[in-house]
């Protein structure tokens, strides 16, 4: 900033102090380069700055002129900070360039070619082929750093260590980075050449680069070479041959960005390549072609181009010899119309397929249900090893279908879940029959939630998904994020509910790469739910919940809209008070309940569910008891359709502690809700067998809470005492508010005031640890009330 001032108080004549101002904003806009700021100044004066001469930058706006009432020259300084770089700028740049040597114009174009910025390795290898272009003795690099005295590029020198010394603290190496000191400058030298000297320069520079790509195995000479390639087009390469070279190259850089999770740069790529594809492409270059156009389809899925997608599966489609060629052009048209939520297009599609390939019709559960206990007697006759080594499968026909078999279960969940386990077991017969293939670990997985959801073998539902994980660690499976879904209805019987937490975060980050937007949507989801289950600071999860629900109405995916508005309610219920579920809307990113509801219409069994599980929780936490006996959710409760899962479960143990609270309270009906509540304990209790970790203490209180009702108070205290120290030794932090307080009313409610109100106190602080800070509110006004009447 010094010196950009002094240079402006010498052109303008000026005390430095009063041109302080200005050169503030011109170090801005010029990084303090010598050249630049020559430029800018002469274009905001008009010319030259001298008495006499005044500035027009844009029409007739003044930014600086000389003033003869103040002989001397005065700015707008709003006006020069809103300035951008003029056209008589960019002019001044261009006859400036002009007048360099042969050699320096040369290597502006190169540098303008390649980029905004040049390094070490690009300079080497350029340096070699343009050798002849330069004045003898005169390298690339001598060029660029003459380029960079005279203000037109930036140098910057880079130091770091050798990767064969990596483990000596003095064995650096440095190289040299080239860049424009501004956009415009490089916008100029482009403009210096011809649209024909662009295109073969662009064309010469990358067949350059490509030769080292394969040697260095270098991704950013690979795409920064492919791009050279491209940027001058499929016109600038008369031969067919070479033509046919390229796109192979287009397709093989596509895939490599494809496996960088960059497939908005891959689907560029493939259309590239397909732009070198002449008429004769389906004659001459049949494998290339049919390669080139699939490529293109998948990756236009991903990136949610489906105009693309249509019209290059429909090329495929006229265009392939015989059905093999065609078969990930209908996977991919299938999971087209998944990603745009057209179910009944995809339905009637997808049993358009397993008819055409001459599949078994899918039937209900209850009519392949000895096929199913067929299956497992088969699976449970195999060793885990054996097993794993199944052979591969091979035909081509059986992978398509697999494939297109668990993509659409997706679907099936929210079209006809009754058919999954007839999709689950088909599969798991292709599987046996023809071996392992790179959807085996979403197969055994998709199996093992089928026999868990029937309950006929928890211990070979556990082991076929543990099976599904190792499967996943041999295989590097893509469908990690959709197994983790899986796992979270399998697993929460054999594994730490907050290790199934950790598998979602980590199937969340894994989809989010591998750009699969409904499956990051779906993981992001089922981390809330997750982190709900086990306790995690609501706040967070609050912030977490709003920004699904935008990327959701973002993306246009609202299949999961509903419960994730309805859950998000909950969370601001629990954080806010029971009157934000009667609000018009919630944080400004979901409508209230009630409107939720109704648009979610009466059909939406899965919203309503929710709701009322939702309901009775709040009516217990809030001690609303009215609320749940007249709950519609103990109607639901006993319903076979409804798979258990952690969030369901965890509703069952509320539920049957807002059972055995009614049995104490009600004189007329405590027989059914005592049957209520045995029947919620009996199902922690069996749970409790498989996994002590998740369910000892909701089973140790609901027992603590069944022995209050029977008057059995001894063997009450010490079960609540051991539900308090068993939850907060398993981290259920909200749980053990839950236990603090019920343990507090047992007290008090006999008398014991003192540790009523210590219990109590150590539930509030569990509240508030949890972020439930209306439940803490709650609390606290009843300890106040109590404490005055005392």
Known sequence: PYGVNLFVSETLRLFPRLTRPLSSVLHKKTGGNPLFLKQILSAIGGGEASPGSSSSSKGDEVCLSFSLSRRRWTWNIEKIEDLELADDVVSFIVQEMKKLSPDLVFGLKVAACIGSRM??????????????????????????????????????????????????????????????????????????????ERRLNHMRFGLALYPQVTANRNDELLFMAINQVNAAGPDSVVDGGQKIIIARLNLNAGKRAGERSDFQTAFSLFQHGLSYLGADCWDKHYDTSIELFDSAAQAAVVVNNLKAVSSYTTVINSRAKCLDDKLNCIHVKLKALIHTERFQEAMEYFMEIINDFGEPALLPVDEIQEDITAMISVMKGLQDETILSLSTMTQKKTIALVNIYCDFSHVMTFINPSLLPAISLRNMQLMVQEGLCSKSPLVFASFAQSISF???????????????????????????????????YVMWEAQPFQALTEEAKQSEKTAEQSGDVFAAIGSNCLVCVMSYVTGEPLADLRRKSMDILVQMKDQNMMVFYVLQALFHSQLAVLIDGPQVAEAESVDDVVFGEKKVLAEAG???????VSFEANQLVRAFLFRKFDAASTSNFFETISNPTIPNEPYRVVTFFFAGLASFHLARESSGEKNKWMKIGDTMLEKMECWNKHIAWNFQNKMLLLKAEKMYCLGETESAAILYEESIKAAHDHKFIHEEGISHELRGHFHLERGHRSEALGSFNSSVECYKNWGALAVARRLEDFVQSISFQS
């Open 119 to 196: 390094t070490t390795d690009v300079i080497d290898i350029l340096s070699a082929e343009l050798t002849m272009s330069f004045t003898v003795g005169t390298t690339l690099a001598d060029v660029l750093h003459k380029l960079a005295q005279k203000g037109f590029l930036n140098e910057h020198i880079c130091s770091h260590k050798a990767a064969e010394c990596c483990t000596s603290s003095s064995a650096l190496v440095s190289t040299l980075r080239f860049e424009f000191v501004h956009d415009k400058i490089q916008e100029a030298a482009y403009e210096f050449m011809s649209s024909k």
């Open 454 to 488: 029937a309950g006929s073998d928890i211990d070979e539902a556990v082991r076929l998904m543990r099976l599904s994980k190792k499967l996943q660690e041999r295989m590097g499976s893509s469908d990690i994020a959709t197994i983790s879904t899986m796992v979270y």
């Open 602 to 608: 009466n059909d939406n069994f899965d919203a309503f």
